[in-house]
Nanobody
């Protein structure tokens, strides 16, 4: 069974921190391109951080650079997003994504169900 599950969201005060987890099953997360996204009500999905398969370091959107950090634990087949200095504008549903285009041309594209992050002022 192929599954991608986010967890770790919640309600925090501005300036607080959360660590989101993205746990994969049925495939090896490290073989895939991985990204974190968020979507607030009435707004389009925003990319936050990503790393390519075999990449040495993640890339971050300007809106979160210096505050958010992506990391991984291959033994747990899990990717994390450490979020510090949270702001009310960070309030959104956060999603992780894993995708891979194989040599055959087939595209594997997996999304989690999302986890809600609410930052109060």
């Amino acid at each position: 069974e192929v599954q991608l599950v986010e967890s770790g969201g919640g309600v925090v005060q501005a300036g607080g921190s959360l660590r989101l987890s993205c746990a994969a099953s049925g495939f090896t997360l490290d073989d895939y391109n991985i990204g974190w996204f968020r979507q607030a009500p009435g707004k389009e999905r925003e990319g936050l951080s990503c790393i390519s398969s075999g990449g040495v370091r993640p890339y971050y959107a300007d809106s979160v650079k210096g505050r958010f950090t992506m990391s991984s634990d291959n033994a747990k087949n899990t990717v994390y997003l450490q979020m510090n200095s949270l702001k009310p504008e960070d309030t959104a549903v956060y999603y992780c994504n894993a995708d891979l285009v194989v040599l055959s041309g087939n595209w594997h594209d997996y999304w989690g169900q999302g986890t809600q992050v609410t930052v109060s002022s």
